[in-house]
């Protein structure tokens, strides 16, 4: 059940239904975590079997390392998930990347891993191992140390908004909240429904409206000229913005109208001005998670400058790899992982020449790195969305003006093209709209008639059967 598809509301609103009939906190949180199991199960019921065998090992790691903080169970811990999600996701792509180098060296024939590694991935299986590496690591660093129960556990892993994509929590950030849930509440009830509008506009109208244009552009890399090469980057970039933040903040609204409170995931993140700017503002909680759980433990900056660039590029490939199986990712997470030393040797330059931030030229080089951060991550996302490496240099040398089209190129309407400058000029003027919102809250809102917010609602539903386009699963449903 994708959060924008029809069977989704029937879902969730037999799920508030029974959630606002339940007289006890027992009840509320045995109902939200039956619930969660069957949204989990709709997508394929034989994968709940492996989540729910992993929910019961890990709990009892969890438990043995309240008990006792023993390095043994940690490593023991760490290494039984890592297999877990290596094996699921990484099999195949491991076994093709070995076969390929010893086809190289003359030593081998196919390339082609056996037919039975290509299972469909377990929807989640990224997220919810991170979840339950959070607590360990937590349990382990003394930042958390609380008993909990088993079902406890298995809704803080598996509460519906945030299970299949995020955002990455810590158990500090929710189960102390699954453990004092309330009635539902008029006002989270208001903020969470127009938080989960936002979003469902954000991926109905905006997201699946450019996946079109996106899917076009990289499934024929060879009939692109540089007008289309860019139209069709641009329209990713904007598609995996909106898609993905519009995930985020139906997640935030839908756990609110359960009086649960969410972390943001997206703080305007093409507004940024350099890419150390650009990763706290992109995928909040993932960033987090590898600067706390990893970048920190192969020893963050200390160790000077050339160990510093070493722990991000490993951090930023390892981010990479994490995303998908396939050697275009690791390029790049390579790719973010240089911007973000170059940027530690610009800056460090720059201070160096005396610019201050504060400055004429400081404030200057900030609004420069604007348009060269988006630039940067434009030229990374052509890995992020290309097939191979080849669509992606065939790409990327489009935009450049230097690849000759095939016959009968591939020429964007006038239509698509004017998608693409909407989604641009929504996420230029976003962060200016958030501000007045907030400035102005949302009670006023519900001061408006009746009769006028209901026509407000019509006309966005109309909106979305009119103009929305082909309901399209969230693209981190496959990371």
């Known amino acids: 059940m994708i959060f924008s598809s029809a069977s989704f509301f029937v879902f969730l609103l037999a799920t508030l239904a029974l959630y606002a009939a339940a007289d006890t906190q027992r009840q509320r949180a045995g109902l939200l975590l039956a619930a969660s199991l069957v949204f989990y199960a709709s997508w394929k019921p034989a994968y709940l079997l492996l989540l729910l065998a992993s929910l019961g090992i890990n709990y009892r790691l969890y438990t043995s390392l309240l008990a006792r903080r023993s390095r043994a169970v940690l490593v023991f811990a760490v290494t039984l998930n890592l297999c877990l999600l290596g094996v699921a996701k990484y099999l195949a792509f491991a076994t093709e990347s070995v076969l390929a180098a010893v086809a190289w060296l003359g030593w081998g024939g196919t390339t082609d891993a056996p037919g039975w590694m290509h299972w469909a991935l377990p929807l989640g299986i990224s997220f919810y191992t991170f979840h339950m590496l959070s607590a360990m690591f937590d349990v382990w660093r003394g930042t958390w140390a609380k008993p909990v129960s088993f079902s406890r556990w298995c809704l803080y892993v598996t509460f519906f908004p945030h299970l299949i994509a995020g955002p990455i929590l810590r158990p500090g950030q929710l189960i102390d909240q699954l453990g004092e849930l309330q009635p539902l509440r008029a006002d989270a009830f208001r903020l969470g429904g127009t938080i989960f509008a936002a979003g469902l506009v954000k991926k109905a109208l905006l997201a699946d409206n450019l996946a079109p244009i996106a899917d076009a552009a990289f499934s024929s890399p060879a009939a692109l000229d540089a007008a289309a090469a860019w139209t069709g980057t641009l329209a990713f970039a904007f598609q995996i913005y909106f898609d993905f933040s519009g995930y985020?903040?139906?997640?935030?609204?839908?756990?609110?109208?359960?009086?649960?409170?969410?972390?943001?995931?997206?703080?305007?993140?093409?507004?940024?001005?350099?890419?150390t700017e650009f990763w706290r503002r992109w995928h909040v909680t993932l960033s987090q998670w590898l600067r706390d759980y990893l970048y920190i433990a192969l020893g963050g900056n200390r160790g000077g400058p050339a160990r510093t660039y070493l722990n991000l590029m490993t951090t930023m490939v390892l981010g990479g790899l994490w995303h998908g199986a396939n050697?275009?990712?690791?390029?790049?997470?390579?790719?973010?992982?240089?911007?973000l030393v170059g940027h530690r040797l610009l800056s460090g330059a720059?201070?160096?020449?005396?610019?201050?931030?504060?400055g004429a030229a400081g404030r200057a080089l900030a609004l420069a790195g604007v348009p060269a951060t988006f630039m940067l991550m434009l030229v990374a996302w052509v890995f992020f969305r290309a097939a191979d490496f080849g669509s992606a240099t065939t790409i990327l040398t489009a935009m450049a003006g230097l690849h000759e089209p095939a016959s009968?190129?591939?020429?964007f309407r006038r239509y698509e093209v004017g998608i693409v400058g909407v989604g641009a000029l929504v996420a230029a003027l976003e962060p200016a709209l958030v501000r007045i919102c907030e400035r102005r809250g949302i009670g006023w809102w519900w001061r408006v008639p009746f009769v006028l917010r209901g026509g407000a609602y019509a006309?966005?539903?109309?909106?979305?059967?009119?103009?929305?386009?082909a309901t399209q699963k969230f693209i981190y449903f496959d990371f």
């Open 248 to 275: 985020s903040e139906m997640a935030i609204g839908l756990a609110l109208l359960f009086g649960v409170v969410l972390p943001r995931n997206f703080l305007y993140p093409y507004h940024s001005r350099n890419p």
């Open 327 to 339: 050697w275009t990712f690791v390029v790049w997470g390579a790719l973010q992982g240089a911007y």
């Open 350 to 358: 720059f201070e160096r020449l005396g610019v201050a931030p504060d």
């Open 408 to 411: 009968g190129g591939l020429a």
């Open 459 to 469: 006309t966005l539903v109309l909106a979305i059967v009119a103009f929305g386009g």
